[in-house]
């Protein structure tokens, strides 16, 4: 199974007050606009060692969601194309196209808030196929500091089952996580850590994103 994608971008630190709706303090849905970006330091956790820093850039907004490009902060080369619902939920990322959509939020966000859904996960290009089933979480507010600053941030757990169609093989079957802060700052999330296990219980992913810059049109 490959890793799941978080991406990038880049800005002029231009802080704005964080969105929350009226009821118990909750983080309501993010309001992107053609030409915000997201700057993350992508880290292997095992390895310690900082990979790749990538942007990445709202290119569109329209129905069929939010349309971004994924850039090398260093030079601004596109490395790929991806889209999401108009709250920031994955729909096509890389090679993986999701249906409905990757449940990473259900806005508004509310501490102790949960929420399942089932979706289906496809990758043409490789031809393989993935049945999830998504469990998130609203844990509760945080203070919390990465390169770009410091954010009030909720903290989101999502946990995904999936299961590979291949017949007569248990490949690509096993469960991911997600540890998410997101943050009404920015609209989207200032830290990330990723873990993927295979169906026999091993981790074999740990991978870590945080917010080093981002622009707000």
Not at 65 to 77: H, L, M, P, W, Y
Not at 107 to 133: H, I, M, S
């Amino acid at each position: 199974m490959s890793k799941l994608f978080y991406g990038a971008a880049l800005g002029a630190c231009l802080l704005a007050a964080p969105v929350f709706a009226a009821d118990n303090n909750a983080a309501a849905a993010p309001t992107v606009s053609v030409g915000d970006s997201w700057t993350w330091q992508y880290t292997d956790v095992w390895k310690h060692t900082p990979g790749n820093l990538n942007r990445t850039e709202v290119t569109a907004v329209d129905a069929n969601g939010v349309q971004v490009e994924i850039k090398r902060a260093s030079t601004g080369a596109v490395l790929s194309r991806s889209r999401f619902t108009t709250d920031m939920n994955p729909i096509d990322r890389g090679k993986m196209h999701f249906a409905p959509f990757y449940a990473r939020y259900a806005f508004p966000l509310t501490a102790g808030k949960e929420w399942t859904v089932d979706a289906t996960g496809d990758n043409p290009a490789a031809g393989k196929r993935w049945r999830y089933q998504i469990k998130g979480k609203a844990v509760g507010w945080e203070k919390i500091t990465v390169a770009a600053g410091e954010f009030d941030a909720m903290r989101v757990e999502v946990v995904s089952y999936y299961q590979g169609e291949e017949v007569g093989s248990r490949g690509g079957s096993g469960q991911s996580k997600e540890t998410i802060w997101y943050a009404p700052a920015v609209n989207n999330f200032v830290k990330l850590e990723y873990q993927d296990t295979n169906w026999q219980g091993t981790i074999f992913n740990r991978d870590q994103w945080e917010l080093t810059t981002f622009t707000r049109k």
